[in-house]
């Protein structure tokens, strides 16, 4: 049978990587590539590489632009374009090529490396150094934008537009660059080979954001209006732009002395009343666990956001892993349920981390939302998210309302809260057993109906539809979370192409675990296969623990730093394919 | 900021609060002869003294024996984990600005496991009041040495004693930007009760330790009344003459020995909102 590949598929798109230096400005000029795409019509999604240093180390901007929404980076780069190589062989893995592909550097900045050659990859030199040399006060990163931004068939104009609207220096350097990008764009015009994008329609309305920033965005829509948290890589960016988007809205952002800090500090503003959020990564969250347990005792809502990394310890603090999924739905002592929700791309940042607000508040519980920095630190081009209108709302007691118990074992388990302020209705909040009234106990009867309440609250919570993306159908499913959605749905559409159809089910709501809604998803299904990018297939031995998989479920797996490639899954897919049909006694249907 | 609750302002109380008013009335689980009896006496009586409507204060803790105290007021109280008591009260204060914040808690409490969070409480200037029942033990897990213990006192978890030297508490809260600095003694709940209103009164971050024996494991701290006295001058704000006074003193003089004015931290919103469509403007590409 033929391997897919992004040849066979429609709407591949195509994919750049700029690379160089720290310094070099190859940053810049893929963000910029990407707003100018964005300017034109195109739909893209910016990936951010580097090495460990903090200044001076190498850098790529991995970019694939294409006519439809994308979410995951392609199996193979069509271009790479370096402004010089120092060190850039270390991407060999994060940027691979093919005999189909067109490498650009510049003689004198070096050779290209072995790494690259050795794939066939057809390479040209161009003076782009000397050409920015040639215009007093250019940037050899605009040359490089220039040249990039045309062989991927985006307008001058487009290009020029989005170095305007970024600019911040003085005019007459804008005059040189903007020259330096037309130079660029007229070498375009001697290279064969990069397929460009058919021509684009420019479109209003469209968005240029990150996951961190979605993020950020959803949950002041939610309803967040204050933040308690400490810097930490891949999670930082989010508190960056959430620190003057609060102030704008009445709200505040403190950066705390430490992530023990964060979460007590979010765990009392909540407790007065104010819908309160941290983010941090793995390291982070380990530190939070036990201000996590408080507040599932105590009752208090708060949004923890966990952009993942690579781990265990301080791991791969700048890469992308699904690593924490274990850790977030079973790591407090004791019996504690807690909610974790994923978001399943940059733009379902918005929308998740908005509802992880709304359930946070309805069931006066944590809501654990697990983001990564795949999705964190990736800009994509996407269409103006809906407002999915999930308000942060909790129930609470008005002034002097008679016989108030606070933790009163009501049907649903979730009692009305009382709010600082409120005459009448005092009570302490506790991580101690207590009894309905707030009382600490040590009864095993108190500890018993708490322990019941607590649970039951989340587990007979409506969540409507939203606890999951379910799409096509198929005795073949794909159960899967988080960043690793994009890729898998894109190796769906490849196999379906070759004559394998599956199911997508992407679940948003991780926690609590709902078998009833996974097995109305299921319906159907005989044979399942769990994706997700960790080494120790933690979301599939979740699943293997609280549902009932139809068939023999099957696990691929793997870890970071390199992100989930659409072929690969279209392999794992058309390998479970085969193997269902063979169990079954049915011929195998795939086409190729 | 705005709670998303309805706190609708209810009639305030016109009749003069007593510091009755201000216990809940559940029986304490310390021992005979604990100091902090008095200090919970003296923390009501603090609040008569302020006239705050009980719904309007917040009383936050760590875990130690001292750190039950909330649930013994009529206030809101906050009950949570070992040493995160400042952080939590951080959060209050800054989510309601307008509620009156007391944090209290024991020496192991605030200067062991919660250490860091002092010194950031301190620099950071936050208005509320921390108190600060020190007894140089860990009670609760039954007489274990603390960060201000004596280097030489004998206990199974350290035979012999630490051989550490004990931690100075004002010293550092100085050192750390505490905006307020004084003692009191539990033994005395009129003149802490005082203080405690003090405290509450001057602006941005105040600390208050207490001076609270344990009788049941440090039964010869029944002898600080005997050696307690009044701090022999007034307060200071100038921090260089409190440093001076605070590491060569005794460890027994009772008063408020520095009063500052640096800034507190800047509460509440800053500021005309903006509606939230408008954030939306630069994710325009």
Same mark, same amino acid.
């Given at each position: ?10 709407? /591949? ?6 690379? +160089? ?19 034109? +019509? ?11 240093? !903090?200044?001076?180390?190498? *850098? ?5 632009? /294409? ?18 190589? =120092?060190?850039?062989?270390?991407? *060999?893995?994060?940027? $691979? ?28 030199? %161009? ?7 040639? !215009? ?10 220039? %040249? ?11 290009? /020029? ?9 003085? $005019? ?13 764009? =007229? ?27 979605? *993020? ?6 939610? +309803?967040?209006?204050?933040?308690a948290a400490y810097p930490i890589t891949p999670a930082t960016e989010l508190l960056e732009w959430m620190a003057p988007a609060l102030t704008k809205v009445g709200g505040s952002l403190l950066q705390a002395e430490d992530e023990l800090a964060s979460i007590n500090m979010i765990v009392g503003s909540s407790f007065a009343g104010v ?17 996590? +347990?408080?507040?599932?005792? *105590?009752?208090? $809502? ?29 790591? %407090?002592?004791?019996?504690? #349920? ?14 998740t981390t908005q509802w992880a607000v709304h359930l946070a508040e309805a069931l006066q519980s944590p809501a654990i939302v697990l983001s990564d920095q795949f999705m964190g630190q990736s800009r994509a081009i996407i269409d103006r998210p809906a407002d999915l209108g999930f308000i942060g709302k909790r129930l609470t007691v008005g ?16 009692? #009305? ?20 009234a707030g009382i600490p106990s040590s009864g095993a009867k108190d500890h018993r109906v708490q322990l019941d309440k607590r649970e039951r609250k989340l587990k007979l919570h409506d969540y409507g539809d939203f606890w999951a993306d379910v799409e096509g159908d198929g005795e073949l499913a794909v159960i899967t979370f988080g960043s ?52 120790? /297939? =933690? ?19 793997? #870890?970071? $730093?390199?992100?989930?490639? #659409? ?26 | 900021?705005? @709670? ?92 309601? @600005? ?48 603390? @960060? ?20 100075? @508490? ?116």
């Amino acid at each position: 049978m033929k391997t897919p590949t992004s040849s066979t598929t429609p709407h /591949a798109g195509l994919s750049i990587a700029l690379a +160089g230096s720290g310094g070099s400005g190859v940053m810049t000029a893929g963000t910029l590539l990407l707003s100018a795409a964005a300017k034109a +019509g195109a739909y893209g999604l910016m990936v951010r590489t580097s090495g460990p240093q !903090i200044r001076g180390g190498e *850098a790529a901007a991995l970019i694939r632009l /294409a006519r439809t929404p994308v979410a995951s980076l392609d199996d193979r780069f069509h271009l790479l374009l370096a402004i010089d190589w =120092q060190n850039v062989h270390r991407f *060999a893995d994060e940027i $691979p090529l093919s005999a189909g592909s067109v490498v650009i550097g510049e003689e004198a900045e070096g050779e290209v490396p072995a790494a690259f050659t050795s794939t066939g990859a057809r390479c040209l030199s %161009l003076p782009l150094k000397k050409t920015a040399k040639g !215009i007093p006060g250019s940037w050899t990163n605009m040359v490089a934008l220039g %040249l990039a931004g045309t062989l991927a068939g985006i307008p001058r104009e487009a290009l /020029a537009e989005a170095l305007k609207d970024s600019w911040k220096r003085d $005019p007459a350097a804008l005059a040189a660059n903007l020259a330096a990008i037309e130079a660029g764009a =007229q070498a375009a015009a001697d290279i064969d080979g990069v397929p460009a994008l058919p021509a684009l329609a420019a479109r209003s309305g469209r968005w240029l954001i990150s996951g961190n920033e979605a *993020a950020g965005f959803g949950a002041i829509r939610g +309803g967040i209006r204050f933040v308690a948290a400490y810097p930490i890589t891949p999670a930082t960016e989010l508190l960056e732009w959430m620190a003057p988007a609060l102030t704008k809205v009445g709200g505040s952002l403190l950066q705390a002395e430490d992530e023990l800090a964060s979460i007590n500090m979010i765990v009392g503003s909540s407790f007065a009343g104010v819908p309160s959020l941290t983010a941090t990564a793995g390291p982070g969250l380990a530190l939070m666990t036990e201000g996590i +347990g408080l507040a599932v005792s *105590a009752e208090v $809502p708060v949004v923890v956001v966990d952009v993942m990394r690579g781990g265990p310890s301080t791991g791969i603090p700048a890469k992308s892993e699904q690593s924490d999924l274990s850790y977030a739905v079973s790591g %407090l002592h004791g019996d504690a #349920p807690r909610i974790v929700v994923a978001p399943t791309s940059i733009a379902d940042c918005l929308h998740t981390t908005q509802w992880a607000v709304h359930l946070a508040e309805a069931l006066q519980s944590p809501a654990i939302v697990l983001s990564d920095q795949f999705m964190g630190q990736s800009r994509a081009i996407i269409d103006r998210p809906a407002d999915l209108g999930f308000i942060g709302k909790r129930l609470t007691v008005g002034p002097n309302a008679p016989d108030f118990k606070r933790y009163r074992d009501t049907p649903s388990g979730v009692s #009305p809260m009382s709010i600082p302020g409120n005459p009448g209705t005092t009570y302490t909040a506790d991580g101690l057993e207590k009894n309905e009234a707030g009382i600490p106990s040590s009864g095993a009867k108190d500890h018993r109906v708490q322990l019941d309440k607590r649970e039951r609250k989340l587990k007979l919570h409506d969540y409507g539809d939203f606890w999951a993306d379910v799409e096509g159908d198929g005795e073949l499913a794909v159960i899967t979370f988080g960043s690793a959605t994009g890729p898998v749905r894109e190796a769906i559409a490849r196999a379906a192409a070759a004559g394998v159809p599956a199911r997508l089910v992407a679940m948003r709501l991780i926690a609590p675990a709902l078998p009833e809604k996974l097995d109305a998803a299921l319906d159907g299904v005989k044979h399942v296969l769990v994706v997700e990018q960790n080494h120790g /297939a =933690q979301f599939y031995r979740y699943l293997r623990a609280w549902f009932d998989l139809p068939g023999k479920p099957e696990s691929f797996h793997r #870890p970071g $730093p390199l992100p989930l490639k #659409p072929a690969e899954l279209a392999e794992a897919i058309l390998a479970a394919g085969r193997r269902e049909s063979s169990r079954a006694g049915k011929p195998a249907t795939n086409r190729a | 900021m705005t @709670p998303t609750s309805s706190t609708a302002t209810a009639e305030k109380p016109a009749a003069v609060l007593t510091h009755a008013n201000y216990k809940s009335g559940a029986k304490p689980i310390w021992c005979p002869g604990c100091g902090d009896y008095s200090v919970l006496s003296s923390i009501t009586k603090a609040l008569a003294i302020l006239q705050r409507p009980p719904e309007e204060v917040v009383v936050v803790s760590g875990i130690g024996c001292s750190s039950r105290i909330p649930a013994y007021t009529s206030c809101y109280g906050f009950h949570g984990v070992h040493g995160r008591a400042l952080a939590a009260a951080t959060g209050v204060k800054l989510a309601r @600005p307008e509620l009156t914040v007391l944090v209290a808690g024991g020496d192991g409490d605030g200067y062991s496991i919660g250490g860091n969070h002092f010194l950031h409480a301190c620099r950071r200037n936050v208005d509320m009041t921390y108190i600060v029942m020190d007894n140089h033990v860990y009670g609760m897990t039954k007489g274990q040495p603390s @960060p201000t213990t004596e280097p030489d006192w004998d206990s199974k978890l350290a035979p012999g004693g630490t051989g550490i030297r004990a931690f100075n @508490p004002l010293v550092v809260a100085l050192a750390s930007g505490a905006n307020f600095v004084a003692r009191a003694f539990s033994g005395d709940p009129n003149g802490t009760a005082d203080l405690i209103a003090k405290a509450v009164r001057h602006p941005g971050f105040s600390f208050i330790e207490i001076l609270s024996p344990c009788v049941t494991f440090r039964p010869e701290q029944r002898d600080w009344k005997d050696h307690v006295h009044p701090a022999p001058v007034t307060a200071t704000d100038d921090p260089a003459r409190a440093a001076r006074r605070l590491m060569t003193d005794d460890g027994m003089n009772v008063g408020v020995l520095y009063a500052g004015n640096r800034n507190p931290y800047p509460l509440g919103p800053k500021g005309k909102s903006v509606p939230l469509a408008d954030l939306e403007a630069e994710f325009a590409p």
